[in-house]
């Protein structure tokens, strides 16, 4: 079954630090990629999404976010976190169909929290 | 509103009985889904609707949870004789419409208790 590993739990950082957050997808044919963020007390909103291009993809508030096939991964990037960037961010993978279309559903990985220290 | 506005936002129940969770959509969105998210898990596929294309049921956990669609709008997930496993955030998403690339806007879920 097709699955979305993040690697990290829950991530600690000093305001200022550059984020890594690590996505992996077990899937061997053609994915729609996606981060999504849920801020304290907010819902679930889109961050940044690959479907295809330029494997370097840019989101809101300086995330970026780089697709490397050879390796199923899909890891979350910012240079410089600040303390609103404190949220818990999901991974998440929808398979594109060999006739075109997409699998209707988005298969998330289980999360990763940050806390950015002040 | 604008959003996705799901209902009611917190449900405490007695184990055995059954409960309903609504959904309603961004007006305009043809693709509907609902998830749980349990403590400390990521988000689970339970079902999607698109249009009036059958609903891709193959998340849903057992028998005891249905899920039905009107039109393209209001849905409801019906758990019938509650367990305490099914303790968790349930949570409904709606978008343009497939194929799912595009951005799924989320409500603010509904939080059931199973005691």
């Known amino acids: 079954a097709q699955s979305v590993s993040q690697h990290n739990h829950h991530v600690i950082l000093s305001e200022a630090a550059s984020l890594e957050l690590g996505c992996n997808y077990s899937?061997?044919?053609?994915?729609?990629l996606f981060w999504y963020v849920q801020y304290p007390g907010q819902h679930l909103q889109l961050l940044l999404k690959?479907?295809?291009?330029?494997?370097l993809v840019k989101g809101i508030k300086g995330f970026e976010a780089e697709f490397i096939k050879s390796k199923f991964s899909f890891n979350l990037r910012k240079p410089s976190v600040q303390w609103s960037d404190t949220a818990e961010y999901f991974c998440?993978?929808?398979?594109?169909?060999?006739?075109?279309?997409?699998?209707?559903?988005?298969?998330f990985g289980k999360g990763t929290k940050l806390s950015v220290k002040p | 509103g604008a959003g996705v506005s799901q209902s009611p936002s917190n449900k405490v129940t007695e184990k055995g009985k059954d409960v309903e969770l609504r959904c309603d959509p961004i007006?305009?969105?043809?693709?509907l889904y609902w998830y749980r998210q349990r403590l400390g898990q990521g988000l689970e596929f339970l079902i999607y609707?698109?249009?009036?294309?059958?609903?891709?049921k193959s998340g849903l956990p057992s028998d005891r949870f249905s899920a039905e669609r009107t039109g393209e709008s209001v849905s409801t997930l019906t758990i019938q004789r509650t367990q305490q496993e099914d303790s968790a955030v349930y949570l409904c998403?709606?978008?343009?419409?497939?194929?799912?690339?595009?951005?799924?806007?989320f409500g603010e879920g509904s939080r059931l208790t199973v005691l």
């Open positions: 998403a709606s978008s343009l419409g497939a194929p799912s690339w595009r951005e799924l806007f």
């Open positions: 899937y061997g044919g053609t994915v729609n």
């Open positions: 690959y479907f295809s291009g330029d494997p």
């Open positions: 998440a993978v929808s398979l594109r169909l060999r006739y075109g279309g997409s699998q209707g559903n988005l298969i």
């Open positions: 007006s305009g969105h043809t693709a």
């Open positions: 609707f698109q249009g009036n294309s059958a609903p891709d």
